[in-house]
């Protein structure tokens, strides 16, 4: 794939937790973050730079930084515990990417 | 509301033909481009392909360039995904997503369908 995530990541209840996604096409896309819980369809959190769709919550940020995007969750609650991948463009621009995917576990 | 629900999944044998739909409501289907995106069991996303809003534009992956097609009826509201020659790893939730943009294509998502299961095996 041609964007990066860890595996797994863990978080204790109410703590702050960054998930990340590299790609050399981050440095000219934005990435988009998407939840999926087990068993749902999967849910766009963030998309574009920082954007968050309606009925998301604040508690959800992203930030970029050179061949790296973050999603980062502050004060994490059990309900986020689930599977988050980023989207952005591959290296042509022509067509959609998806990292492998973080699975995240709330302590 | 904003509705997408995907038919057509079901086991197919390897080598066979699938069309999968997407029929849209709750908004103005003939505005947004569309996407369809699968999950194989235990895997992550992998983005299919994408229709403008007006059909004059498809983009398909390499994983089905050659032997899947997407189009779209709106007077129907509805997406297709069409896919031949089906090999196991074809196995998968199918879902289609609507693109953000009002005819505008962003490749940015916004809502998803429920996805429709597709297996492939003798």
């Known amino acids: 794939s041609e964007l990066t995530q860890d595996p797994a990541v863990s978080v204790a209840l109410g703590q702050t937790v960054t998930i990340t996604c590299q790609g050399d096409?981050?440095?000219?896309?934005?990435a988009s973050w998407i939840q999926q819980k087990p068993g749902q369809a999967p849910v766009v959190v963030i998309f574009?730079?920082?954007n968050r769709p309606s009925g998301i919550p604040d508690r959800f940020s992203a930030s970029g930084s050179g061949n790296t995007a973050s999603l980062t969750i502050t004060g994490a609650q059990a309900e986020d515990e689930a599977d988050y991948y980023c989207?952005?463009?591959?290296?042509?621009?022509?067509?959609?990417?998806f990292g492998g995917g973080t699975k995240l576990t709330v302590l | 509301q904003v509705q997408l629900v995907e038919s057509g999944g079901g086991v197919v044998q390897p080598g066979e033909s699938l069309r999968l739909s997407c029929e849209g409501s709750g908004f103005r289907f003939s505005y947004h481009g569309m996407h369809w995106v699968r999950q194989a069991p235990g895997k992550g996303l992998e983005w299919l392909g994408f229709i403008r809003y007006d059909g004059g534009k498809k983009v398909l992956a390499d994983v089905v360039r050659g032997r899947g097609t997407i189009s779209r009826d709106n007077a129907r509201n509805t997406l297709y995904l069409e896919m031949s020659s089906l090999r196991p790893e074809d196995t998968a939730v199918y879902y289609c997503?609507?693109?953000?943009?009002?005819?505008?294509?962003?490749?940015?998502?916004?809502?998803w369908g429920q996805g429709t299961l597709v297996i492939v095996s003798s």
């Open positions: 997503v609507r693109d953000r943009g009002s005819v505008l294509t962003t490749f940015y998502f916004d809502f």
């Open positions: 989207k952005s463009r591959d290296s042509s621009g022509n067509y959609l990417v």
């Open positions: 096409t981050l440095r000219k896309y934005f």
């Open positions: 574009g730079k920082t």
